[in-house]
């Protein structure tokens, strides 16, 4: 049968003056699949269905919130007794304090831990805190970067042109929305990534006045983009000696590049972390972790963070069967992930050079996304928004629907390697990208 995605098309016009862009987030929305976004009905393992019966290998795997793949057993399993037993209570657990003190033996720097719903509530936690421990009111984030959709960080996170960014000495802070508050931004510092002199030149500028440093460790933003080599060692220095806490925002990274993350795969030592995303498993399960001294300021009457649906019980049951699948056979999950993603982007390297088709395959693990462009490689945001052709992409990834392989149209997020995906799956992705390249 041809491929068909009328369904779609008739749900989505039902949703016009109901829902806004189809869903609950722009970036599931039309805007980025032409005229209409695909409705998936089910999913199990590595492959996801559409309303109209289409079968995918699923390589978006839900922004990277699923580390296991779709339905996993086991996550099931723990979902389903939660759920029987009581959803929520909203009272101190036993599974709340199993999940922390997994944490604590899996993540490097948790001496604390603080839960909560979502990588933004994480992150908004955490700068509040920085914020009350050190008496300082400023915050200096990184171009392209993207920390949640609260007022102080959003900014210069989106793809805009070139000519709208500004010098590289003095980048102009571009808000990404309207309705921010208008003072929001006043006490946020922006500099571009991967380059220590302006860090430290920033710095300068504001002396005494910087209460936090946040960083994505690979910047997931626009697509995947490595740190340069020794850079994150360095602005974890020049923080510590500036008496600035260093937030690692690893709502992406997470339980996804190593079992500690970013700090353990680049051996840093940050003040706070946050996670997100890969943490739940598909359910909404976020968490603060960080130094003792630092942690202790949310006791009561310090840095208030409240939250009825923190440490949510069944968020609670799901994330500890994630961590005890993921570190099961000494993290043998972690070493699949990565051998799959490296057979999958030498395999696109292969094929894109035999095409002729100017691709770099750019990847960190399980982490990858292809960039349209004759560049030798993507460094930073600048050169995100003047050299990969995002509309390429798009048209590229739209073409590999027919045959049964979905990613997210959007050149600025990335694809994931899971647990669930196999040596087969990256065959058949390849085979697909060889057709639709034709």
């Known amino acids: 049968m041809p491929f068909s995605t009328e369904k779609s098309r008739q749900i989505y016009e039902r949703t016009l003056g109901v829902l806004i862009e189809a869903s609950s987030s722009s970036s599931r929305g039309p805007a980025n699949f032409g005229k209409y976004p695909i409705f998936m009905e089910r999913a199990r393992g590595s492959r996801i269905y559409d309303v ?23 996550i099931v399993e723990a979902i389903t007794e939660a759920a029987t037993t009581g959803a929520h209570f909203a009272t101190a657990t036993p599974v709340e304090l199993e999940v922390a003190e997994m944490l604590q033996r899996i993540v490097p720097n948790a001496e604390r831990v603080r839960f909560a719903n979502t990588g933004t509530e994480a992150v908004m936690a955490a700068i509040r805190l920085a914020r009350g421990v050190t008496g300082r009111p400023k915050l200096l984030k990184f171009e392209g970067h993207y920390h949640g959709w609260h007022d102080d960080l959003l900014v210069s996170s989106n793809v805009l042109p070139p000519s709208a960014l500004g010098l590289r000495s003095d980048p102009i802070k ?25 860090l430290q030149h920033a710095i300068e500028n504001h002396p005494s006045q910087i209460a936090a440093i946040i960083t994505e460790g690979i910047m997931a933003n626009m697509g995947v983009i490595p740190p340069a080599d020794g850079y994150l060692r360095g602005l974890q220095e020049l923080a510590k000696a500036n008496g600035i806490l260093f937030i690692l925002d690893e709502t992406v990274t997470g339980f996804r590049i190593a079992p500690g993350g970013c700090q ?20 909404p399960v976020a968490a603060l972790c960080g130094r003792a001294d630092v942690m202790d300021a949310l006791q009561w009457g310090g840095v208030l963070h409240y939250g009825t649906h923190n440490g949510s019980r069944i968020g609670m049951h799901a994330a ?13 999950s972690f070493r699949h992930t990565w051998r799959i993603a490296e057979r999958l982007c030498a395999g696109y390297r292969e094929l894109f050079k035999k ?5 770099v395959v750019q990847n ?43 990613f997210s149209p959007s050149a600025a997020l990335h694809s994931i390697v899971t647990l669930a995906h196999t040596d087969q799956d990256v065959d058949l992705t390849l085979k697909a990208a060889g057709k639709a390249l034709e």
């Open 52 to 74: 109209d019966g289409n079968e995918y290998i699923d390589w978006m795997m839900a922004f990277g919130a699923l580390p296991l793949g779709h339905a996993h057993p086991e």
């Open 174 to 198: 571009i808000p990404d929305s309207s309705g921010l508050n208008r003072t929001a931004l006043d006490d946020t510092i922006v500099v571009p990534w991967n380059d220590l002199p302006a």
């Open 264 to 283: 353990e795969y680049y051996k840093l030592s940050p003040d706070l972390v946050t996670f997100g995303k890969a943490l739940g498993c598909g359910l």
């Open 320 to 332: 500890r069967a994630n961590l005890r699948v993921l570190t099961r056979d000494n993290n043998a």
């Open 355 to 359: 095409k002729g088709r100017a691709v």
């Open 364 to 406: 960190v693990g399980p982490m990858f996304q292809l960039m349209f462009t004759d560049q030798p490689t993507i460094r930073d945001y600048r050169d995100f928004c003047q050299f990969v052709d995002r509309a390429a992409f798009q048209k590229f990834v739209l073409s590999l629907f027919p045959f049964g392989v979905y």
